[in-house]
């Protein structure tokens, strides 16, 4: 019977099959589980009558149970191929303990172990075996499926086929053999998180032109989306968990793999059960935190993206990103892994413009084609912009993969706390009139400075205390017009060049509001009193607090280093000279109290390179 895209069956109405009622009697007699939720019934019959199937159903929706249970209710073995060694062995762990007749073929099994499950597939005893891409791509691999009855094979986490997606995995594009090989042999691809251009992709990829495609939806109401600006981020950290999930497992995600150690290292000592978790941990010790998160309560895995795809733990109550992802689709996935019981759960994140830098950089020094950076970009500034709206966040993230919801959420940041605006039209236009008036050549800080009339070296070196917009900017401060620039790259009317250290360039679409011919509403940035207040002595009142948390962070470094304490590279004092008068350089840096020459020489580069990152992307 012909299927159409939407997953609805076309001809007569369905009449009674022997094979769904099956399927149903393994739902409750297997799984546990009294009715299906749609269309997980429509996509087991399908499979179940020799059809493929493209699945796309948010994480948590029951994805497995449709190549599951079809490979228990078909005759032979159901074929797996998954990406992650841990997740085939915890899904095989998970289906034996149901009574399944399950198992893995990858690396970890010795060589007498491995031929065990060979033969046990060859004989017909299994129902289901998982395998690696790169080991179902292998010719000896490929002889052996053919020799043994096979039900279907299941494609998971197929979103990693796309070149264009957040997960890409090479072998992946090879999996077109098994339409070739197999011919007769239904096929499910399943995937929790594809814009339209990786459906697209899959579907290509993948051979499945003529398979039902089954979109459930994405929304997962039971989430709370909550995102604000970095400028505490452990102290940021540190308050939402101990207000809101201080016995709860959770997972925290970072950018770098020393950053993932050092805030994994920092909650123990605040009392948390936190582990470490990145791709440079010996595969031992990341098999041991994976299991100790998964078997145990209340566990916290501080990780990069290495960790999490397929993570089946329910009673995950809390998602924390301290960095931002590249893409949506990465949020999205990630944020996913919270709440797969239903319950409700936080996705909570901190992000600032060095987040949008380090990744911009990441971008320029891939191998990728210039169209696969172009794609990329225009990804990241999807996910910038998600961060810097003022509507419902989560109208916005389903809206991203295509679905509309009709009124807001009531369930996100933005919902529960409305956004401060105001109109900032004419800051906008001060700020992008003096992007083009300084030449397109200059960062933040410089532009402010211009702005608010600053008097130094380098406003009268440039001459640019004759321009126009030389002193306009009066009205706002520091941070305000840091706000303001910000959101105006959010918004794509500003990019920024990172071949010229972070110099702000005009964008086309900035020329209606540079002409006065539109409007733009500016969110309105609380205060920082929490952060202030978290550090050690008052500071003064204008103080830009995320720059002096920054540089006491290098200071720790370097003590921790060398064995002393921090006091002994600078004084408070010193730090706090660093954040007012914002040097440029050593000789600007060698005039601070408490910079000898001595210190110069041995700290001015790594500080100022602290100093001007800041300053390029607050």
């Given at each position: 019977?012909?299927?159409?895209?939407?997953?609805?069956?076309?001809?007569?109405?369905?009449?009674?099959?022997?094979?769904?009622?099956?399927?149903?009697?393994?739902?409750?007699?297997?799984?546990?589980?009294?009715?299906?939720?749609?269309?997980?019934?429509?996509?087991?019959?399908?499979?179940?009558?020799?059809?493929?199937?493209?699945?796309?159903?948010?994480?948590?929706?029951?994805?497995?149970?449709?190549?599951?249970?079809?490979?228990?209710?078909?005759?032979?073995?159901?074929?797996?191929?998954?990406?992650?060694?841990?997740?085939?062995?915890?899904?095989?762990?998970?289906?034996?303990?149901?009574?399944?007749?399950?198992?893995?073929?990858?690396?970890?099994?010795?060589?007498?172990?491995?031929?065990?499950?060979?033969?046990?597939?060859?004989?017909?005893?299994?129902?289901?075996?998982?395998?690696?891409?790169?080991?179902?791509?292998?010719?000896?691999?490929?002889?052996?499926?053919?020799?043994?009855?096979?039900s279907l094979f299941a494609v998971d986490e197929a979103h990693c086929v796309s070149q264009w997606g957040h997960d890409f995995r090479a072998d992946y594009l090879q999996l077109s053999l098994l339409h070739q090989r197999f011919p007769h042999i239904p096929r499910i691809a399943l995937t929790a998180t594809a814009d339209a251009r990786t459906r697209t992709e899959i579907i290509t990829r993948l051979d499945l032109g003529q398979a039902g495609k089954f979109i459930a939806g994405f929304d997962r109401p039971n989430i709370r989306y909550r995102i604000a600006l970095k400028h505490n981020p452990k102290q940021q950290l540190l308050r939402f968990l101990k207000d809101e999930h201080a016995q709860d497992a959770g997972i925290v995600y970072c950018l770098s793999r020393k950053k993932t150690e050092e805030i994994a290292f920092w909650l123990q000592e605040q009392g948390f059960n936190a582990l470490p978790y990145h791709a440079g941990l010996n595969a031992g010790t990341r098999a041991d935190h994976q299991a100790r998160f998964l078997r145990e309560e209340g566990v916290i895995?501080?990780?990069?993206?290495?960790?999490?795809?397929?993570?089946?733990?329910?009673?995950?109550?809390?998602?924390?990103?301290?960095?931002?992802?590249?893409?949506?689709?990465?949020?999205?996935?990630?944020?996913?892994?919270?709440?797969?019981?239903?319950?409700?759960?936080?996705?909570?994140?901190?992000?600032?413009?060095?987040?949008?830098?380090?990744?911009?950089?990441?971008?320029?020094?891939?191998?990728?084609?210039?169209?696969?950076?172009?794609?990329?970009?225009?990804?990241?500034?999807?996910?910038?912009?998600?961060?810097?709206?003022?509507?419902?966040?989560?109208?916005?993230?389903?809206?991203?993969?295509?679905?509309?919801?009709?009124?807001?959420?009531?369930?996100?940041?933005?919902?529960?706390?409305?956004?401060?605006?105001?109109?900032?039209?004419?800051?906008?236009?001060?700020?992008?009139?003096?992007?083009?008036?300084?030449?397109?050549?200059?960062?933040?800080?410089?532009?402010?400075?211009?702005?608010?009339?600053?008097?130094?070296?380098?406003?009268?070196?440039?001459?640019?205390?004759?321009?126009?917009?030389?002193?306009?900017?009066?009205?706002?401060?520091?941070?305000?017009?840091?706000?303001?620039?910000?959101?105006?790259?959010?918004?794509?009317?500003?990019?920024?060049?990172?071949?010229?250290?972070?110099?702000?360039?005009?964008?086309?679409?900035?020329?209606?509001?540079?002409?006065?011919?539109?409007?733009?509403?500016?969110?309105?940035?609380?205060?920082?009193?929490?952060?202030?207040?978290?550090?050690?002595?008052?500071?003064?009142?204008?103080?830009?607090?995320?720059?002096?948390?920054?540089?006491?962070?290098?200071?720790?470094?370097?003590?921790?280093?060398?064995?002393?304490?921090?006091?002994?590279?600078?004084?408070?004092?010193?730090?706090?000279?660093?954040?007012?008068?914002?040097?440029?350089?050593?000789?600007?840096?060698?005039?601070?109290?408490?910079?000898?020459?001595?210190?110069?020489?041995?700290?001015?580069?790594?500080?100022?390179?602290?100093?001007?990152?800041?300053?390029?992307?607050?």
């Open positions: 019977m012909p299927f159409d895209y939407d997953g609805q069956w076309q001809g007569a109405d369905r009449v009674y099959c022997p094979a769904m009622s099956n399927a149903s009697q393994i739902l409750q007699s297997v799984f546990g589980y009294e009715s299906f939720r749609p269309p997980q019934d429509d996509i087991i019959q399908m499979v179940i009558d020799g059809g493929d199937a493209l699945v796309l159903m948010p994480t948590g929706g029951g994805k497995s149970l449709c190549y599951q249970i079809p490979a228990l209710a078909r005759p032979g073995c159901g074929v797996v191929i998954s990406p992650l060694i841990a997740l085939m062995q915890d899904q095989v762990s998970a289906l034996r303990q149901l009574g399944v007749r399950a198992s893995f073929l990858n690396s970890t099994l010795d060589p007498a172990t491995a031929r065990q499950v060979e033969d046990d597939l060859l004989s017909g005893t299994l129902d289901l075996l998982y395998i690696a891409p790169e080991r179902l791509t292998q010719e000896r691999c490929l002889t052996l499926l053919e020799r043994a009855p096979i895995i501080v990780a990069t993206i290495a960790f999490g795809m397929g993570i089946d733990k329910p009673d995950v109550r809390f998602v924390a990103h301290l960095d931002m992802p590249k893409t949506v689709e990465s949020y999205y996935q990630e944020t996913g892994r919270a709440g797969r019981d239903g319950e409700p759960a936080d996705a909570w994140m901190i992000y600032g413009l060095q987040d949008v830098i380090k990744l911009r950089q990441m971008m320029a020094s891939s191998d990728g084609s210039e169209e696969y950076k172009r794609a990329e970009q225009h990804r990241l500034n999807a996910m910038l912009g998600l961060c810097e709206i003022t509507s419902c966040r989560r109208q916005s993230l389903l809206n991203y993969f295509g679905e509309t919801l009709p009124a807001p959420c009531g369930n996100c940041d933005t919902c529960l706390e409305p956004v401060a605006t105001w109109d900032g039209t004419e800051a906008a236009r001060m700020a992008l009139s003096a992007v083009y008036r300084t030449g397109q050549r200059f960062g933040v800080n410089h532009l402010i400075d211009v702005l608010r009339g600053a008097e130094n070296d380098k406003i009268v070196q440039f001459n640019h205390q004759h321009l126009p917009t030389y002193g306009v900017g009066k009205d706002l401060d520091n941070n305000q017009w840091r706000s303001v620039f910000r959101q105006l790259v959010a918004r794509g009317h500003l990019s920024v060049d990172l071949e010229r250290f972070g110099a702000l360039r005009l964008e086309e679409q900035c020329r209606p509001l540079l002409k006065g011919e539109q409007q733009i509403e500016l969110r309105r940035d609380p205060k920082r009193k929490a952060a202030r207040q978290q550090t050690r002595q008052p500071l003064p009142i204008d103080m830009d607090v995320a720059l002096w948390e920054l540089l006491r962070e290098r200071r720790r470094e370097l003590a921790e280093e060398q064995g002393v304490p921090p006091y002994v590279i600078f004084h408070d004092r010193t730090l706090q000279e660093m954040c007012a008068s914002l040097p440029q350089n050593l000789a600007q840096f060698g005039r601070i109290t408490g910079v000898g020459e001595r210190k110069l020489d041995k700290y001015g580069d790594t500080f100022l390179q602290v100093i001007n990152e800041h300053l390029v992307i607050s």
